[in-house]
């Protein structure tokens, strides 16, 4: 079986464009593979401060997981600060790299282009990246496209320490999820939590109410675009043929029946959210950090019997 490894960033609430574009299809595929889910704790250091949210991120973003479908023994889910192989293998990599070449860094650039310190870590962010996925030998690494370099850098990483110290770490491939379409938020644009215009993964009914009542409607009549578009997501085209005939130009009783298809669908992952106790996850993250421990610590030690450190 081939493997498969990602990082789940800890950060804030998602919405449903998360859930079509990301969370869905990899619920959909993670069990096809040798699946190891790993909350990135250490890499979220680099741009928060605040231990409170921290910690609470790092719940949420395993609860995001497990009531979305995500079954725990399937899948390997750890803390990546809990599995200690990840940073010293980081350093190693730094040792190898330029800063030049990690000067060529979108993601990097990026972040400090909106204003975020440029601090040491973000710089180096990439390397622990590497280091996160050649651990594990791993296969392919399921990311959004804006990630596909971090996996080049991996590759690089993987490429410069074989070169000097001999045949070590596989070369991953990035396994890019663009098949969905972009979920448009309520006011037509790209759903995303920095433009204000999401619909929540986990809301109340009364919350997804609220937000789809929001939703902006052209007034070309037929269709109300931007309805229809994340209906789509919930029905098939002939049910939704059916309903929007019915209902032409009755935007009300349109969004009505979006809200009761949305929460159809969000009800139930809303319940499984509760039922999860932060016990739960404390033992999922455990486990699984033990059981990714004894795989990283194989091949650090290798790794340090390479460059020269094991005596
Ligand atoms: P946001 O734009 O809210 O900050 P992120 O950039 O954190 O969202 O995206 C996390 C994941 O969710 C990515 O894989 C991204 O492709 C997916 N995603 C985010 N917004 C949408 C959207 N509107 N439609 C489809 N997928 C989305
Ligand atoms: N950088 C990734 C992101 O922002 C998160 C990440 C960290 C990751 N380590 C990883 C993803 C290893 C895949 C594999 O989404």
New binding site residues.
């Given amino acids: 079986m081939q493997r498969l490894l990602t990082g789940l ?1 800890p ?1 804030g609430a998602l ?1 449903i ?2 859930y ?4 869905k299809p990899f619920a959909d595929m993670y069990n096809t593979y040798e699946s190891y889910l790993m909350v990135v704790d250490y890499h979220a250091l680099t741009t928060t401060r605040d231990p409170k949210e921290l910690k609470a991120n790092i719940f949420n973003a395993v609860r995001d997981y497990l009531s979305v479908g995500v079954d725990p023994s399937k899948a390997v889910i750890f803390q990546q600060s809990q599995v200690q192989e990840h940073t010293e293998l980081a350093w190693i990599f730094e040792c190898l790299v330029t800063v030049p070449f990690l000067e060529l860094a979108h993601a990097y650039k990026d972040k400090v282009a909106k204003g975020l310190e440029a601090n040491a870590g973000l710089f180096n962010y990439p390397m622990l990246m590497a280091a996160d996925i050649l651990l594990y030998d791993t296969n392919v690494v399921p ?4 990630q596909k370099q971090h996996v080049e850098y991996a590759r690089e990483a993987a490429a410069k320490f074989n070169n000097v110290y001999g045949e070590t770490f596989k070369e991953p491939r990035e396994l890019i ?1 663009e098949s ?6 309520t006011d037509g644009k ?6 204000g215009n ?1 619909i929540p993964l986990f809301g109340t009914k009364d919350e997804i109410a609220k937000a789809v009542m929001s939703i902006v409607t052209d007034s070309s009549g037929e269709k109300p675009k931007n309805v229809y578009t994340i209906h789509k997501l919930l029905k098939s085209k002939s049910a939704l043929g059916f309903i929007y005939e019915a209902s032409m130009g009755n935007y009300k009783t349109l969004k009505e029946a979006l809200i009761e298809d949305l929460d159809a669908l969000i009800a139930p992952m809303r319940a499984k959210r509760e039922s999860i106790t932060d016990d739960d996850i404390r033992r999922i993250l455990k486990e699984g950090s033990d059981r990714a421990r004894v795989v990283a610590s194989v091949k650090m030690a290798t790794v340090r019997k390479r460059i020269g450190v094991a005596l």
Avoid: E, I, R, W
């Fill in positions: 960033q950060s919405h464009g998360n079509f574009g990301a969370l990311v959004g496209q804006d999820q969905v379409a972009v979920v448009p938020g790209k759903m995303s939590k920095s433009y999401t």
